[in-house]
């Protein structure tokens, strides 16, 4: 017991100009979200830009001569298709994120509805919950997915594709979340709201909730990244969506085709370059989060 | 074996800073003492005083961003402040041994505690053989009062009591010259806290060590110190025998330290419990459990399970203000009562009635409804109100859910009123966050919160035990005003017999779950009769050095029989309450 040192402040949601200043400050001095919040912004700001100054048309087959390298025509040069690669990067990654951003979102928000349940309410329900979650924690995910895709067939869609990678996003979220809500329903201000005649529903959403703010982004981040890597790791087995450049089917058809013994380097480079730095940048982000939402970290202004 | 030790420690003009954001706070100024071989000295101050922050630099465990800035402690030719972080290292528990707060977390629970002893004498080089050491780790346990058996056990096997046994060998394994003991039995019940004083005491004897003993009980320094150093905000107040700081302290933050320790001589008077309105004694009554228990089991096959509270029935009459206290230690079922009565958790048999209705046959919206009427002050401040909120959505919530201000002008003057009945300035509290807040202030906010409410039935649950000792008067004076003032019937939950003495009208003894004594605070807390209250009573260190703590041998031999026993040993009844029916 340190008898001088001072309680580590948490966050204060003041006003929404103190709310913003107290953001930037804080990135600052968290090196890895703001490097992460950068790299994402980066990728979103070529893609945003592409989609107004490019001729995203291009991603199409027989859009352009085929196999042809980096040039002043084709600044990525086109694959095998004849498709424009730079057209393809912005499109690809666009589809890609659209497919984790709401496989991710779908995830986190009925783990979120079950962990709460599960947690607040406690007794047969939780049970319920707990050994289905279990269940899936034990089964290999790709397993599920493969069976599922393969199951959907070739005329699959991106949007499909959500609602696979859905299907298995909500475990992690689900746990996470009834933990802390475990740990929170014992708090003495969840009590005291008790007794303020706060209903359950407000105990929830007004006691509760704002406290889990930062678990929720963490768990939303985490599962946004986790849920990129499953589709991407379909795709790459040729199970994604046969008529859309994501950035997996892009690997998928650079690897069908053998672009690295073509060498056709910029056919490879592509998409594994923007998936690199789209995965660095979710890392970097939740664990820059990850800090924000413990506080010993925090403390230690690790 | 009894080392000898020429001269004890000597510090000499101590200072320590930590450089915050916030600027400098200096945590210790410029502190001498001393201790000799032998001696007993206790620290005594209130949380910040910086009384744990001197003996952690005595050990090297000044973090950034503390420093020492100035100073020399001398322990026989050794600066203690001048060594390496390495060398400190070597010298723990050869010289200079801590015994921490709270042993139960500071024992690796995957490790058995023999060779949690055995690991020290192996770090610090001690050149025996297997055999010798496990013979010394048996020696060391005996030392302690512990069976040699204890070294096969792992931490979680140990009650508390004996896991500070654990910490004690294991700091005294290797005779060291210095032994700093900070709140060594602040998690303890007074029972075990007297048990394991008397340990320290004698091992320490034996040793010829001197000793520090850290604390914020008077009490206990009393008995235990033969001399004191009052510290405060890192300055020290006054130092001298223990004798002389207890019969004619010259500081007055001394006397106010030594005053707010409850004492059995001074109960202040009280108004005696009268049915202050007739009419409505006719009522249902403000609270009434009727033969109700609670079993916890542990999982599904737990077919027979723990049953933390015994069959109980009691009733408290409307219109009867009155104070009862429920006294026991930790697993006593004293908390579990207080949930019951709160209608948080279920009775595994029998009804709780709140004015005549099963607080568990209610809708949702009647089981809001309830609260209205029964209120609650709980142990922690720190955990009580919402970090992400100011302490406003505490208060106004409330007032909002059961009508008793809407307009946010009717909510405020609410919540000043409220800041004003308990002694805190409503311009330094309002619109705050929790952590603006003291310790003291949070509760103080806390009690004031309930008497806004205005409820029929107050739950106090240990709200002094987590509050510094000078404001503990001020918070039990509070619940007085609101069952003189504002007649509110209380029921107060605590292990700290002495306060029970000082507020309650009416006590009851709980012990593993069974009221094993009632009655008036006179009859049970000055002339106990249950082995059990007499142990307690024994047990508790009172602010006199000149009162012998005995603790009471022979109450412990009968308790010990009691539980041999088969069946239960009936409640004693010493008195009744007007409008306070207990059946047994």
Redesign the interface.
Known sequence: ???????A??L??GSSARFWRTILLYLGRNKSLAVGVVLLLGLASLVIGGYLFYDVKLAEPLSKMPARPPSADAWLGTDKHGRDLFAVLIVGTALTCKVGLLAGLIGVAVGTVLGFVGGFFRGWIDAAINLLTDVFLAVPPLLILVVIAANLGTSLSTTDMVFVIAALAWREPARRIRSQVLVMRE???V??????????FGIIFK?MM??LIPYLMVSFVLTVAAAVLAAVGLEALGLGPQNEPTLGMTVYWAMHYSASLLGMWWWVLTPVITLVVLFVGLYLITTGLDELANPRLRAKGA | MHAVVSRGLTVKDLS?V?E?D?GV?E?VRGISFDVQPGERLGFVGE???????TA?SLMGMIDP??RVVSGSAMLGDLDLLTLSPREHAARRLVDIAYIP?GAMNSLNPVMRVGEQVEDGMIDHGADLNKAARKARVAELLRQVDLDPSVARLFPHELSGGMKQRVAIAIAIALNPKLLIA?EPTSALDVISQRQVMQTLRRVQDEMGASLILIGHDMGLMAQFADRIMVLRR?LLVEAGPVRQIFRAPQDAYTRELIDSVPALERRPATAPPVVREASKAAEPPVIALEGVSKTYKRGLFDRKGNQALKPLTFSMASGTPMIVSVVGQSGSGKSTLGSLL?G?IRPSEGRVLAQGRDMHGLS?AER??R??T???V?Q?P????????KVDH?LA??LR??GVATRRDDILAKMRSACELVGLDPDQTIHR?A?QLSGGQRQRL?VGRAMMLGPKLLVADEPVSMVDASLRSSILGNLRKMKDDLGVAIIYITHDLATAYEVSDYVLVLYRGRVVEAGDPERVIKEPQHPYTRLLVASIPWPDPDRHWHGDDAAEAELAALDGAGAPAPCLVRSTLPGFTLKV
């Open positions: 017991m340190a008898d001088a040192a001072p309680p402040a948490p204060e949601w708090a003495g201000y009590n005291n709201a008790r007794l303020n005649g706060t209903s359950s006691e704002p406290n | 320590i930590f915050t916030d706070v945590a949380s910040g005083s910086g009384k744990t922050t952690l961003p503390g707060q900070d890192g709160l948080f949702a809001r409804e609260y209205r029964v209120q609650a709980f922690d720190y955990a009580a109100y919402n970090p992400f909120y505490g919530e409330p859910n059961f966050f952590h806390m």
